[in-house]
């Protein structure tokens, strides 16, 4: 068992309590930068994938996990990012240029969302939502001039002081530290009173109010950061994929977003990595074990999609508290052995609040 | 054919397709005016009910009355199933949580359609089929009126099992307020249920009446989407505000089909689902419940 | 010195007059009660001072500024708090971010220190814990303060309401029905709270009340309110004596 001596206030404020921690942490830093020497492209490209989709995993935890506002158009501000940073790209603009520019048009469509729902709670705001981003995916399908539509639009190489960003590995370092960063800003959004002041307006928007948060305000700027974050996961998800079209931003990929972080676990950083990695790998888990399959089980189309659906469902009925919670129950059941009790690990009944009394 | 006899067709379409999102709108309403679950799997339901409807003329061989009745109680019976083995275990989660599970269960029923019904379109004889109604110039489809009468009647048949029925003020009770409706005696847990079968039952209807337009198949249930900006429009209030909402929708999709250059249909019932919540928030006929503090 | 008044203050919704032409002063340093049937507009005046609801008619002026329009997030930025008749903590929450959440109105650093954890925002996280732990040690929450609200029983709930607010620093308080829930004991301890709150910290409090021994024993003056018109204001021994006042609640005539 472990205990945390406390001498100050500032130890309370750290990112990582625990000397331990950031010895594991750093252990595991190192081994991330090693990997592209130790395994191969398919395995690499992979892993960036999951870094871009944690990327935006971040963005919409903030968003829905911390303030509590459903989003189910996410995939729209993947998609404004991923675009912004092609046409720019081919525009001759700088990399270190289109990456900034990608996140802040991003963001501009975050607020542009953002403050007409300003007044719309749970369910009203998951449609406007939803209607966003369709009428996003559909404005990038018909806006051919600039994203040429259906035929797609090729993704050039970008360079940063002469080095190409070129293939699996470029991807995975870029992915990686920008994945880095965001947590970092997400760690320092959670430790300050913006971040309290935003659960403070998912639990209870009135006594923020009177607790002098300006909800509208905190609304608004949690949309721009979450929509920010993600625009930069969109503008590297072009560099993964080469090649843009328009149909890779529809509903399913928001589905995709929120089950990340719901999977992961709702209201941890750790829960999005987490997630990302369960989406990502769980089409390459089936892949793998396709043709061992009994019957035609393997081989029939839509077990993607429904092996998808059925884990959300059984998550949901067992587990929702999602991969973090089961981790944390976890390593309570180790750090209590042998003297742990079955009742400390039964789950507690939830009752959520009504929106009517 | 002239402008007027034009439009007019436009709008009896329009109705015609407004009406299934409106049935749509309603079971989705139902459920979310007695539970606060918002059911993003309704449009699967009603594509389960149109299989289902299929299996039983074509497979089976029945007649069309019979068997669509059968595919409607069938239908019913699965939602009625499916509050009881799934939907009543998360009672009392955040309502993002329901939202996930519906949207999981949704994939699973569409995988599951797909499995047993292959991914193709699949029709049956209506009685509503390729017939046609001719005013001089102007040709109406049989399953277009059927659609608009069709709905039309089991709306009539709703309101008075709501109003009249025993059954129906019980449900009324529960869903506006719980507590209340335990200690007069009411089985609330069943009664619930009960809701998510006569939801299911008219989405099954929705399928039926949508068939001889449009076909089944796999995806139909992308409907559902359409059928949100109906029931947001109605303002979550009342039978008719979900069908008011949904024939607004499409006829307005059918104005922009015809009026504006290519490309603007798909968007319109986003966009005017948008304008609506904007400008607003609770829809046409809303009911504003705000919270005391 | 009047730190806060009420000017033909009217609320109406639709047909139903809530408060109707009520006027009144709080002096700085008193403690004032609001007591009345249910339903006589008690905590819809709570909901127009803390800007909750926008009055139909009249004004409200605090310490010399009118803020019958002010939008609602900036009253605890003035100075005034409160706490709610059903507890509106963040349940989610333990006790101490809970409080913390009460200092927000003195944040200082902006949004964008904030995002990169400058020094300013440092400061100001540790300025504001050591706000939240004095209010702790006022409150004796001391064990309470990494519970989460959602597992804490009822009667410390209260208090950390109470808590909460006072992290706002104000300097007036508004108490809506805060012995609603507790024994006998709780209520004693609740009302020493008060007048602690009055003395040592020299905050002025307007409580809504229904406990007549509480508002006995805590207020300076109090003001009787039904059907959302004002029936009499003065010591708690002349209110209580006003035949209005005993009319309203018991019906009929006083006993000679």
Redesign the interface.
């Known amino acids: 068992m472990r205990t945390l001596f406390k001498t100050g206030y500032r130890q309370d404020l750290r990112i990582w309590r625990h000397p331990g921690d950031i010895l594991w942490y750093g252990l595991l830093g190192l081994v991330l930068l090693a990997l592209p020497r130790l395994l191969g492209e398919f395995y690499i490209g992979e892993l960036g994938a999951v870094y871009i989709f944690a990327i935006a995993g971040v963005g919409l935890m903030l968003l829905t996990g911390y303030t509590g506002l459903v989003n189910l158009g996410h995939a729209a501000f993947l998609g404004i990012g991923a675009y912004t940073n092609a046409v720019l790209l081919t525009a001759g603009w700088p990399y270190l240029l289109t990456l900034p520019a990608s996140a802040l048009l991003a963001a501009i469509a975050g607020v542009a969302i953002g403050i007409p729902t300003l007044r719309m709670s749970g369910l009203y705001l998951a449609i406007a939502t939803l209607a966003f981003g369709q009428i996003v995916a559909s404005v990038l399908e018909k806006w051919d001039s600039v994203t040429h539509g259906f035929n797609g639009l090729p993704v050039p190489i970008p360079e940063i002081f002469g080095f190409p960003i070129q293939g699996a590995t470029g991807v995975y370092y870029t992915a990686l530290v920008l994945l880095v960063a965001v947590l970092w800003i997400a760690a320092n959004i959670l430790r300050t009173p913006f971040g309290r002041a935003l659960v403070a307006i998912r639990d209870s928007e009135v006594s923020a109010r009177s607790m002098g948060i300006n909800v509208a305000l905190y609304k608004t700027i949690a949309f721009a950061v979450a929509a920010a974050m993600t625009g930069l996961a969109g503008a590297l998800f072009a560099q993964y994929v080469n090649f843009l079209a328009p149909d890779s931003f529809d509903v399913l990929l928001s589905v995709q977003f929120l089950t990340i972080v719901f999977v992961g676990g709702i209201g941890s950083l750790q829960g999005v990595i987490y997630g990302a990695l369960f989406v990502r790998l769980l089409p390459q888990g089936i892949a793998l074990v396709r043709d061992d399959l009994p019957g035609h089980i393997g081989h029939l189309p839509g077990l993607e999609p429904s092996l998808f659906g059925l884990f959300l469902v059984l998550t949901i009925l067992f587990q929702p508290t999602g991969i973090y919670g089961g981790w944390l129950r976890a390593k309570a059941w180790f750090q209590d052995f042998p003297l742990h009790r079955a009742s400390g690990f039964r789950r507690q009944r939830t009752y959520a609040r009504s929106e009517r009394t | 054919m002239t402008d007027a006899l034009r439009l007019l067709e436009l709008i009896v379409n329009g109705a015609a397709g407004g009406c299934i999102y409106g049935l749509i709108a309603l079971g989705f309403v139902l459920i979310y005016k007695a539970t606060e679950v918002i059911n993003f799997a309704q449009g699967d339901v009603m594509m389960l009910g149109g299989f289902a409807a299929f299996s039983f003329i074509t497979w089976l061989g029945l007649n069309y009355w019979v068997g669509a009745a059968l595919a409607v109680l069938t239908t019913a019976a699965f939602g009625y199933l499916l509050d009881v083995i799934v939907i009543r275990r998360v009672i009392g989660q955040p309502q993002f949580a329901v939202v996930m599970l519906t949207l999981g269960l949704g994939f699973i029923f569409r995988a599951v359609a797909g499995i047993a019904w292959g991914y193709d379109s699949v029709g049956y004889d209506t009685p509503f089929t390729n017939h046609t109604i001719k005013f001089g110039n102007f040709v109406l489809g049989y399953d277009s009126l059927s659609i608009i009468g069709g709905t039309v009647l089991l709306c009539a048949v709703l309101y008075l099992f709501f109003s009249r029925t025993r059954l129906g003020v019980a449900m009324q009770a529960a869903s506006q307020n719980q507590l209340a409706a335990y200690y007069m005696g009411i089985p609330v847990r069943t009664i619930f249920s009960l809701i998510w079968a006569i939801s299911a039952g008219v989405s099954g209807v929705a399928a039926i009446l949508l068939t001889p337009v449009s076909m089944v198949d796999v995806n139909m249930g992308f409907l559902g989407i359409k059928a949100f900006a109906a029931a947001v429009l109605g303002g979550f209030g009342s039978i008719p505000g979900a069908l008011v909402g949904g024939v607004v929708i499409g006829i307005a999709e059918q104005l922009a089909g015809f009026y504006l250059p290519a490309g603007f249909q798909d968007v319109t019932a986003n966009v005017v689902l948008l304008a609506t919540l904007i400008l607003m928030p609770h829809g046409l006929f809303s009911q504003r419940i705000v919270k005391r503090v | 010195m009047a730190l806060f008044r009420a000017e033909n203050l009217a609320m109406r919704f639709g047909g139903i007059r809530a408060v109707d032409e009520v006027s009144f002063e709080v002096t700085e340093g008193e403690v004032f009660a609001i007591i009345g049937p249910n339903g006589a507009g008690k ?1 819809t005046i709570f ?1 127009l001072i ?1 800007r ?1 609801y926008t009055p139909t008619a009249g004004r409200m002026i605090f310490r010399d500024r009118d803020i019958t329009a002010i ?7 003035l100075g005034i ?2 706490t ?3 507890i ?6 333990t006790v101490l ?1 809970n409080l ?6 003195h ?1 200082r ?1 902006s ?1 964008l220190a ?4 400058a020094p300013s ?2 400061r ?3 300025a ?3 706000k939240a732990e004095d209010v702790i040690a006022f409150l004796d929450l001391q064990r309470y303060r990494d519970s989460l609200i959602s597992g804490l029983p009822y009667g410390v709930r209260k208090v950390v309401e109470l808590g ?1 607010a006072l992290c ?1 620093e104000p300097k007036l308080l508004l108490l809506d029905e805060p012995s609603s829930g507790l024994n006998t004991e709780e209520t004693e301890v609740m009302g020493f709270w008060i007048e602690d709150i009055k003395k040592d910290l020299g905050i002025t409090v307007i409580m809504v009340e229904h406990d007549m021994n509480l508002v006995r024993q805590v207020s300076d003056r109090v003001m009787a309110l039904n059907f959302g018109r004002l029936l009499a204001l003065g010591t708690p021994a002349e209110v209580q004596s006003h035949p209005e006042v005993i009319r309203a609640y018991i019906g009929g005539e006083a006993p000679a």
């Not at chain 3, 939008?71 to 930025?77: E, F, L, Q, S, V």
């Not at chain 3, 509106?88 to 929450?93: C, G, I, K, Q």
């Open positions: 905590t909901n803390s909750l939008p609602p997030h900036r009253i605890a930025g708090a409160r709610f008749q059903n509106e903590l963040f349940a989610n929450a971010q913390l959440i009460g200092c927000h109105c944040v650093a949004i904030q995002l990169v954890f925002a440092r100001d996280e540790i504001h814990r050591e909460r706002t």
